[in-house]
Nanobody, 128 residues
Framework: QVQLVESGGGWVQAGGSLRLSCAAS????????MAWFRQGPGKEREFVAA????????SYGDSVKGRFTISRDNAKNTVYLQMNALKPEDTAVYYC?????????????????????WGQGTQVTVSS
């Protein structure tokens, strides 16, 4: 299993930006997809973004499309999530996911059940 540690969360005003990082250690495969999910209080875990390993093909949830950007630096074993134009509804714990359980077309799984390794999460709070 891959160990994942998220960082970069915090508190921002609506319209602000944050950049999340996810550092991977242990067994890593740069050719495999990685993803970001989020979960607000009392809500289901929601897909945010995914990125493939080789060609960096990306996919985004409808609620963040056009505002968030996922990227990765395979040399540093790190995936990023740049979040711009943040809204109060973006408030959630953000989780990094890796180790896909099955093969899909790029960029990779877009459901939580599709990944086997998870970070501890980092809190993002956006004020009105």
């Amino acid at each position: 299993q891959v160990q994942l540690v998220e960082s970069g969360g915090g508190w921002v005003q609506a319209g602000g930006s944050l950049r999340l990082s996810c550092a991977a250690s242990g067994r890593t495969r740069s050719t495999e997809p990685m993803a970001w999910f989020r979960q607000g209080p009392g809500k289901e875990r929601e897909f945010v973004a995914a990125i493939s390993g080789s060609d960096s093909i990306t996919s985004y949830g409808d609620s963040v499309k056009g505002r968030f950007t996922i990227s990765r630096d395979n040399a540093k074993n790190t995936v990023y999530l740049q979040m711009n134009a943040l809204k109060p509804e973006d408030t959630a714990v953000y989780y990094c996911a890796a180790d896909p359980r099955y093969r899909t077309l790029p960029p990779g799984p877009t459901v939580a059940e599709g990944y086997g390794s998870w970070g501890q999460g980092t809190q993002v709070t956006v004020s009105s």
